[in-house]
DNA sequence: AGCTGTACCTGCAGGC
DNA sequence: TGCCTGCAGGTACAGC
């Protein structure tokens, strides 16, 4: 699911496509996921993409911000010239999306105005334009007027977009609420405080956002294997060695995820609408009954704090 | 206050 | 074949 790997993949794409960008248009399709005035960031320049656990943060130059969850199965896709030579290049289609955008779970879209004066972008639009042979361009809105779209879709439509001041996003219940983060401000005694004194199951500890943000099922299975611990444990039970030794592993899980550019498990993919590479290395998620990759005992599966947990009865302990 | 369970929503797999 | 049920999960919220 997109958890800290796979929002971190987005960020860094978004960064990459739309910032240094003017916001041309809102059209929004699913009112109830879109909350603030679209109005108030139309005309606007792009200055920054961050991330905050698994909430993305878009900021413009005009004083306000779009604060973007995606939730389970959200999708941010941008659509521009250069970004079609990339994806043309990588040999990785959109169709793997399910083709033309937008489709029926495209509940709001950006009009982003391409500046010219951006000499990398000058060079990849020239080819580009000749490359695609009209073929990119039939399929979807990139078109000759110069402007790109960035897509948002989802499913599932649990993903939210909030328009609102730069200076109240910090606001907003979901960033109030959420815990320092690995990868960036969690150190290990303060993840060691924190496990140390929680009465609930260290699996979902884990995933508790308002305690620790960016783990969510999937990164919480592997950590816990990576570091041979049982998801059943208390978290006040574990030793200062064992605390250290999760607090590793959930470091190196988040980085694998982030090197293989995410797990696509349903529908995740990045701003080309590529998938990622980390469900292929999977340790224990979503492994039921296959061999254990150190032992060869079957997976475990069970139900914890109503979440699918996936663990090797006999490496953890 | 802190923890647990359930709703939200849709697509898909499995059973009959 | 096709309907029905259950399941997946990040977060918000109700309830204990």
Not at 64 to 77: D, F, M, P
Not at 260 to 278: D, K, M, P, R, W
């Amino acid at each position: 699911m997109p958890e800290l790997p796979e929002v971190e993949t987005i960020r860094l794409g978004l960064q990459r496509y739309i910032v240094g960008k003017k916001i041309e248009g809102v059209e929004v399709r699913l009112p109830k996921i879109v909350s603030g005035d679209p109005k108030n960031i139309i005309g606007a320049k792009v200055v920054d993409v961050r991330r905050f656990g698994k909430g993305l943060v878009t900021d413009l130059d005009n004083g306000y911000s779009i604060a973007i969850h995606i939730k389970l199965t959200g999708q941010l896709i941008y659509k521009g010239t250069e970004a079609a030579k990339e994806t043309e290049e990588t040999k990785v289609s959109i169709d793997k999306i399910g083709g033309e955008l937008p489709n029926k779970w495209t509940h709001a879209i950006f009009k982003i105005k391409n500046q010219k004066s951006k000499i990398k972008n000058t060079r990849l639009q020239l080819p580009s334009a000749k490359a695609d042979g009209g073929q990119a361009s039939q399929k979807s809105k990139v078109g000759n007027d110069g402007n790109a779209y960035l897509y948002y879709n989802d499913v599932r439509q649990f993903g939210w977009i909030k328009i609102v001041k730069t200076s109240d996003v910090q606001k907003l219940a979901f960033f109030k609420d959420l815990g320092p983060e690995f990868l960036n401000n969690l150190t290990m005694i303060q993840f060691n405080n924190i496990v140390s004194s929680s009465n609930s199951l260290i699996k979902p500890l884990l995933m508790d956002q308002k305690k620790m943000s960016g783990i969510g099922n999937i990164y919480a299975n592997d950590a816990l294997f990576e570091a041979r611990i049982d998801p059943r444990r208390k978290a006040k039970d574990l030793s200062d060695t064992e605390i250290e030794t999760l607090y590793n592993a959930i470091l190196k899980v988040l980085k694998d995820g982030l090197k293989y550019g995410g797990a696509t498990e349903i529908n995740f993919v990045n701003v080309l609408g590529q998938e990622g590479g980390y469900q292929d290395h999977f340790l224990v998620y979503g492994r039921e009954k296959q061999p254990c990759r150190v032992c060869k005992t079957p997976i475990q599966k069970i139900k914890l704090g109503g979440r699918g947990t996936y663990f090797c009865p006999k490496c953890q302990k």
